[in-house]
């Protein structure tokens, strides 16, 4: 189990038409049921003519369950056309970790996963190699060592959709784990499959891509987190970094600098991810971070 304290939220998340109206119309009836807003956050895109919301409620300034108010606000969404969701955080999101054979983002996220960091469940690690194992289940952690043919990966994939349907999973996260994901699992879980790309995308994608930037001479190599698509690195961008190079540096030097960014990036991304705080709007992400 996460050692995050918790305290208890309703996190309301809204995407919709913008119009004039929808703050007071959703303030007030929170007001009405006594709620608290702890948090709010809101953006209109002038391009699309979007709206996007996000507020975060003291439940125990409610005197209603998180369904109670659920229903209350169902007329105001079919009102408004709204896309939304309302989650209660005593539930802690069910997460699984995939991983290969680099293991430093699967030790970043699980340390800061121990530390109280990421509110959630870490329920299994998936890997297509044995090397992880001691490691995770030095932290209590089930490990399912699941093999990948090269020359028929299907029954592989097979397996591993059956292990996140089995663990009831609510996000996968892909900490360097070096496969694609059939276009299936994609679909399935989209939204829910996190990333990270050893690149900072679009520039450089596919394999690597530190090296790919140092024949093109980069002054900037980056990392990015985004949501998996059947299109290979191209789902939407939920957080990037960079770091400065030099000529001076080598390719050992640029993915050394990379795997700092990388585990940085990918903790960010889950974490604002965990909390709500990420709308995917076609294929482009508002994060509320």
Not at 193 to 198: D, F
Not at 221 to 231: F, K, L, P, R
Request: with cysteine.
């Amino acid at each position: 189990m996460s050692n995050v304290p918790q305290s208890h939220y309703y996190r309301l998340v809204v995407s919709c038409p913008d119009q004039v109206g929808i703050v007071a119309r959703v303030s007030s009836f929170i007001a009405q049921q006594g709620g608290s807003i702890t948090e709010a956050s809101q953006h209109s895109d002038l391009e699309t003519g979007r709206f996007f919301m996000r507020y975060e409620i003291l439940a125990e300034s409610l005197g209603i369950t998180a369904q109670a108010l659920r229903e209350g606000f169902a007329p105001i969404a079919q009102a408004f056309n709204m896309q939304w969701a309302l989650t209660d955080t005593k539930r802690l999101p069910r997460v699984v970790l995939m991983v290969s054979k680099e293991s430093h983002c699967l030790v970043d996220l699980l340390y800061r996963w121990q530390a109280g960091e990421l509110a959630c469940d870490i329920v299994g690690v998936i890997s297509n190699h044995s090397d992880m194992c001691a490691l995770t289940e030095w932290y209590g952690i089930p490990y399912y060592h699941i093999p990948v043919d090269p020359q028929d990966k299907q029954p592989a994939f097979d397996a591993v959709e059956a292990q996140i349907e089995t663990l009831d999973t609510d996000c996968v996260v892909l900490a360097r784990y070096m496969q694609i994901l059939p276009p299936a699992l994609c679909q399935r879980y989209r939204g829910r499959v996190i990333n990270i790309h050893h690149s900072f995308l679009p520039s450089f994608a596919g394999a690597k891509p530190y090296h790919q930037a140092y024949e093109r001479g980069v002054k900037l190599i980056g990392a990015t987190c985004h949501y998996v698509t059947e299109e290979l690195d191209a789902g939407p961008i939920i957080e990037q970094d960079i770091h400065r190079v030099s000529h001076c540096h080598t390719p050992t030097d640029l993915v050394r600098f990379g795997r700092d960014v990388e585990k940085a990036v990918l903790a960010r991304g889950l974490r604002w991810h965990l909390e709500d705080r990420v709308i995917i709007h076609g294929n482009k992400t508002v994060v509320f971070s």
